[in-house]
């Protein structure tokens, strides 16, 4: 084995990897194998990325019950081989017999014997510490000549560099924040390792100068594989070798993609929105099929985050990156990418509070906007399986059927008003504004989601909501909704097109209950 790690990378070196026309590309490493030609984690998969060239070859390992190291991505062995036991409680002998044919799991060590004297690196993907101290053996104890980087969560990262001193370490990042020297100094990494909704300018020009390579996974697609190579990352993760290498040879002929004709916003809107909607369904099947998870609090006690949270960001984040790699990127749980005149906002978890205590109303709010005006808006309800969208001047819809509201006088009484609380408090004005709708039969609920309060209006469901600050992650996409479904979006000064301020309380309503509305509320933030 081999276990040299790269030669430090310099500043000038990051500049002229940067993708541009007469440079190098980005290295292509095979994610898996090749699942596209044959199952992830195989031996086909790893004999085939090699016959395609590719730089480096990534496979996940997994240790069997009796200490083997094997190749397998998840903690189960349901997802790929049918057997619903997790791996760790198997011994090798039973794992073996999975599988028909060449399509098996195989043991590490045979990879590392097929791969002997290739010129790919085999890069070993890990994600529990006792998972590498196993792997670390494995290939400390193989006499071939293979080149071994290991990749991973610190914690097995530190595992492999205690087990082998010298190891070429790519150290797994997920955060939009570049990395410090304090954050390198314990393992040493050679690479930076980061999914692309983590890729930014900044953090490839911080890893260079730390003298670091970026490695950024999984790119499948022309456009994101052209855009990061532009950035200077040094190596491509993706599950289509052959593809990706056409779209880089193609940027690299032509001098690169930076000069192609920029799509109009018709274009963009119908394909966000299309993008949009997959994304709201896939979401839809997420949330309601993972558990909980991890909670922890953040700003205070009733502020919380979930695995669920993190997980369904890093989803949309990969998915928007992969199909507009240009375009800015807010959410909640990791802040903000910058990027061109257009930016995403989402909250993937509208009501966490109301998730981890198993209260069936939360929403994902995701809204595209241009220039500062939402385009492109959808709320994905999990727990109904309903996805309600909206296109600036093209309507609202939910499940295909359009959303409008009629401008017919409503009266107050026997209608249901949505809002918020601030935070884990009444807003002030809370108890007024409560007292008045009484006063009118007028009844105000707190449910527990500001995005569903404001979209369930464009639904027809309630006569109007309130809350006592517009955020675009939070409320974008549902404040979209009420505009393009003929309702009226008010603060305290009357009516707006597009966004109120951020920060600003802000009233949506029917119609026809908008003035009568707008009168109690403004009087109740009065007398708070």
Request: aromatic share 4%; with cysteine.
């Amino acid at each position: 084995m081999t276990l040299s790690p790269h030669a430090p990378v310099t500043s000038a070196t990051a500049r002229d990897t940067a993708g541009r026309h007469g440079v190098r590309p980005p290295r292509l490493v095979a994610h898996r194998g090749a699942p596209r030609v044959r199952r992830e984690n195989t031996l086909p998969a790893v004999a085939v990325a090699e016959a395609l060239g590719a730089d480096c070859i990534e496979v996940d390992v997994r240790r069997t019950a009796d200490g083997v190291a094997v190749l397998l991505h998840d903690e189960t062995l349901g997802r790929m081989w049918g057997d619903a036991r997790r791996v760790s409680e198997v011994d090798w002998c039973d794992v073996a017999r999975l599988g028909n044919g060449l399509d098996r799991i195989p043991r590490l060590d045979a990879v590392l014997e097929r791969l002997d004297g290739c010129a790919a690196t085999l890069v070993v993907d890990l994600a529990d510490p006792a998972d590498a101290l196993v792997a670390a053996r494995t290939v400390a104890g193989s006499g071939g000549n293979v080149g071994v980087a290991f990749s991973g969560t610190p914690a097995a990262m530190a595992t492999v560099r205690s087990s082998l001193p010298h190891a070429d370490l790519w150290l797994a990042w997920e955060s939009l924040e570049p990395p410090t020297a304090a954050d390198l100094e314990s393992l040493r990494p050679s690479t930076l390792h980061l999914d692309v909704a983590f890729l930014t300018a900044r953090t490839v020009e911080t890893a260079h100068a730390l003298g670091l390579r970026v490695a950024v996974r999984t790119v499948d697609d022309a456009a994101p594989a052209r855009w990061a190579a532009r950035l200077g990352v040094d190596s491509i993760t993706t599950d289509d070798v052959a593809s990706v290498r056409a779209a880089l040879a193609g940027a690299e002929l032509d001098g690169s993609a930076e000069h192609d004709r920029e799509p109009t916003e018709a274009e963009i809107a119908a394909r966000a929105q299309a993008l949009a909607h997959r994304i709201a369904h896939e979401v839809i099947a997420f949330t309601r099929e993972h558990p909980v998870g991890t909670v922890s609090a953040k700003a205070d006690p009733a502020d919380l985050v979930t695995d669920v949270d993190r997980s369904v960001e890093r989803l949309v984040r990969s998915r928007v990156r992969a199909a507009f790699p240009t375009h800015g990127f807010t959410g909640e749980e990791y802040g903000t990418a910058p990027g061109d005149r257009n930016h995403w906002f989402l909250d993937p978890v509208d009501g966490t509070t109301n998730l981890v205590n198993g209260v069936p109303w939360t929403a994902m709010s995701l809204c595209l906007t241009r220039g500062g005006r939402p385009l492109v808006g959808v709320v994905a309800d999990p727990w109904r399986g309903e996805v309600l969208e909206a296109r600036r001047d093209r309507g609202a819809t939910l499940r295909d059927r359009p959303l409008r509201l009629d401008d017919a006088p409503r009266p107050l009484a026997g209608a249901v008003v949505g809002t918020e609380l601030d935070g884990h408090r009444p807003w002030p004005g809370f108890g007024t504004f409560l007292e008045a709708l009484a006063d009118r039969s007028c009844t105000l609920r707190v449910q527990g989601s500001g995005t569903l309060t404001i979209a369930q209006v464009a639904a027809g469901r309630g006569i109007g909501g309130c809350v006592s600050a517009f955020d675009p992650v939070d409320h974008g996409a549902a404040v979209l909704l009420v505009h393009e479904a003929g309702g009226v979006v008010l603060t305290r000064s009357g009516p707006v097109d597009g966004f109120p301020a951020v920060g600003e309380p802000f009233l949506v309503a029917h119609p026809g209950a908008a003035d009568e509305l707008h009168a109690v509320w403004t009087a109740a933030l009065a007398a708070g």
